[in-house]
């Protein structure tokens, strides 16, 4: 199954806590702090697999979580970090913010990753908060929780050629010759309901990859038929094949068909109108067709737009059509200046959230801040030090003043992030 399009929700794995711990040897009666730090969380990175072709995995699979650091233990010893988790995507993904529509990266070519979800600092133990006043301290702090991204996956096909046309216009029947690939095929449209990608093996061992896409209809553009599913993934191609049923089967001209389709192509993406196109006039196995090819063949004579009289049923006129295109291809490769992107995207950091302090009830108060929800996220409430601490470090950074200035009392309910703590303005 084709899946090109996939949510995915990624979170960091999260810091491992501090320890308090103290040396406890033989002949070291009153041993000082030996508690060591948590390690930090591992990040989930999105990476470029070519070995893959769809999206299909993220059906069973949408929540990704790096593993998180382990806590710091006695005699110094630091956590061990969390492991990063590895997600990986077909080459010609997009990757987008679910919630704000926000482009992040583009990931084209094997190698490539995005840091999609960045691991939480582990916790310091209370080796690292003795000082010469205080040279036991029972004090350590907790380890940060890891981000949490929800993405939008989007595939586009990694393909050098796509062939387009109406629907029931012999596209499966050609890649089926030309190519290993096996779609299928029968004779009404919308056969093809998912594009399907095949590699042409030339001589000298040269190749380019061709992708049979879906077919269109009037108002393609706008989603109709199957729309934008099918035009995405002819963004990235550097050469359309435009396949006309020279037959006229459906009751249709050629020429109309052509001209409808390009119009299809530049609602959607004025790209799209430029991409060079060399014109397949199928069908012509049948009688009918020999009653519009000679207008067609003056045609495209005239908009100097290669065209190639071919039976994709027969075989007749093929080999001559993937001549054209593989030339085209190289005059192509040798003129274009590939501009690959970074080989590492980043998911930007959230912004720093200013200090926020509002009356949510009769003695309830909500602090909102990035600055002090960490602090709170931060402390070891399990010990007077790290209450001490954690009231002090409210003090100095003017959140309590903040609070009184609002007109919170002993005993009111303050929520700080998801913390709830009872107001005592003395420790």
Same mark, same amino acid.
């Given at each position: 199954?084709?899946?090109?399009?996939?949510?995915?929700?990624?979170?960091?794995?999260?810091?491992?806590?501090?320890?308090?711990?103290?040396?406890?040897?033989?002949?070291?009666?009153?041993?000082?702090?030996?508690?060591?730090?948590?390690?930090?969380?591992?990040?989930?990175?999105?990476?470029?697999?070519?070995?893959?072709?769809?999206?299909?995995?993220?059906?069973?699979?949408?929540?990704?979580?790096?593993?998180?650091?382990?806590?710091?233990?006695?005699?110094?010893?630091?956590?061990?970090?969390?492991?990063?988790?590895?997600?990986?995507?077909?080459?010609?993904?997009?990757?987008?913010?679910?919630?704000?529509?926000?482009?992040?990266?583009?990931?084209?070519?094997?190698?490539?990753?995005?840091?999609?979800?960045?691991?939480?600092?582990?916790?310091?133990?209370?080796?690292?908060?003795?000082?010469?006043?205080?040279?036991?301290?029972?004090?350590?702090?907790?380890?940060?929780?890891?981000?949490?991204?929800?993405?939008?996956?989007?595939?586009?096909?990694?393909?050098?050629?796509?062939?387009?046309?109406?629907?029931?216009?012999?596209?499966?029947?050609?890649?089926?010759?030309?190519?290993?690939?096996?779609?299928?095929?029968?004779?009404?449209?919308?056969?093809?309901?998912?594009?399907?990608?095949?590699?042409?093996?030339?001589?000298?061992?040269?190749?380019?990859?061709?992708?049979?896409?879906?077919?269109?209809?009037?108002?393609?553009?706008?989603?109709?038929?199957?729309?934008?599913?099918?035009?995405?993934?002819?963004?990235?191609?550097?050469?359309?094949?435009?396949?006309?049923?020279?037959?006229?089967?459906?009751?249709?001209?050629?020429?109309?068909?052509?001209?409808?389709?390009?119009?299809?192509?530049?609602?959607?993406?004025?790209?799209?109108?430029?991409?060079?196109?060399?014109?397949?006039?199928?069908?012509?196995?049948?009688?009918?067709?020999?009653?519009?090819?000679?207008?067609?063949?003056?045609?495209?004579?005239?908009?100097?737009?290669?065209?190639?009289?071919?039976?994709?049923?027969? $075989?007749?006129?093929?080999? @001559?059509?993937?001549? !054209?295109?593989?030339? /085209? &291809?190289?005059?192509? =490769?040798?003129? +274009?200046? *590939?501009?690959? $992107?970074?080989?590492?995207? @980043?998911?930007?950091? !959230?912004?720093?959230? /200013? &200090?926020?302090?509002? =009356?949510?009830? +009769?003695? *309830?108060?909500?602090?909102?801040?990035?600055?002090?929800?960490?602090?709170?996220?931060?402390?070891? &409430?399990?010990?007077?030090?790290?209450?001490?601490?954690?009231?002090?470090?409210?003090?100095?950074?003017?959140?309590?003043?903040?609070?009184?200035?609002?007109?919170?009392?002993?005993?009111?309910?303050?929520?700080?992030?998801?913390?709830?703590?009872?107001?005592?303005?003395?420790?």
């Amino acid at each position: 199954m084709f899946i090109d399009e996939a949510y995915i929700t990624v979170t960091g794995g999260r810091g491992g806590n501090g320890i308090v711990s103290f040396r406890r040897e033989k002949f070291e009666p009153r041993g000082g702090p030996d508690g060591g730090d948590g390690g930090d969380g591992g990040d989930v990175i999105i990476t470029v697999d070519p070995n893959l072709t769809t999206l299909l995995d993220f059906r069973y699979q949408s929540h990704f979580r790096a593993e998180s650091g382990e806590h710091g233990q006695g005699k110094n010893r630091h956590g061990r970090n969390g492991e990063d988790c590895i997600v990986p995507v077909p080459a010609g993904t997009l990757v987008y913010d679910a919630e704000t529509g926000a482009k992040i990266a583009d990931l084209t070519y094997a190698g490539q990753t995005l840091l999609a979800a960045r691991g939480g600092e582990g916790g310091r133990g209370n080796t690292a908060f003795t000082t010469a006043s205080h040279q036991a301290p029972r004090l350590a702090e907790n380890g940060l929780p890891g981000e949490t991204h929800q993405l939008r996956l989007e595939l586009r096909l990694m393909a050098d050629v796509g062939i387009v046309g109406l629907p029931n216009g012999g596209k499966s029947t050609l890649i089926a010759r030309i190519s290993a690939a096996q779609p299928k095929i029968a004779a009404y449209p919308f056969t093809t309901l998912q594009p399907n990608l095949g590699v042409v093996q030339l001589e000298e061992g040269r190749s380019f990859v061709v992708a049979d896409m879906p077919g269109l209809i009037e108002g393609a553009h706008e989603g109709k038929g199957l729309g934008h599913q099918f035009l995405r993934h002819i963004q990235r191609t550097r050469l359309l094949v435009h396949m006309l049923d020279a037959a006229a089967v459906e009751g249709r001209q050629p020429l109309d068909d052509y001209h409808q389709l390009n119009q299809e192509l530049e609602a959607y993406d004025s790209r799209l109108a430029t991409l060079p196109q060399i014109i397949a006039l199928n069908k012509i196995d049948l009688p009918t067709a020999q009653n519009h090819l000679p207008d067609c063949l003056s045609f495209f004579q005239q908009q100097q737009v290669p065209a190639f009289p071919i039976s994709a049923v027969t $075989g007749e006129g093929v080999r @001559e059509l993937v001549g !054209a295109v593989s030339q /085209k &291809l190289e005059a192509l =490769r040798e003129s +274009e200046v *590939v501009e690959e $992107g970074p080989e590492r995207f @980043e998911i930007a950091a !959230a912004p720093e959230r /200013k &200090l926020q302090i509002f =009356r949510a009830g +009769e003695g *309830v108060y909500v602090v909102r801040g990035t600055g002090v929800e960490t602090l709170v996220q931060r402390a070891n &409430l399990q010990t007077d030090d790290g209450i001490r601490r954690l009231h002090e470090q409210l003090r100095t950074t003017g959140v309590l003043k903040r609070l009184e200035q609002a007109g919170v009392s002993a005993g009111d309910t303050v929520f700080v992030g998801e913390l709830e703590l009872e107001y005592a303005p003395d420790m």
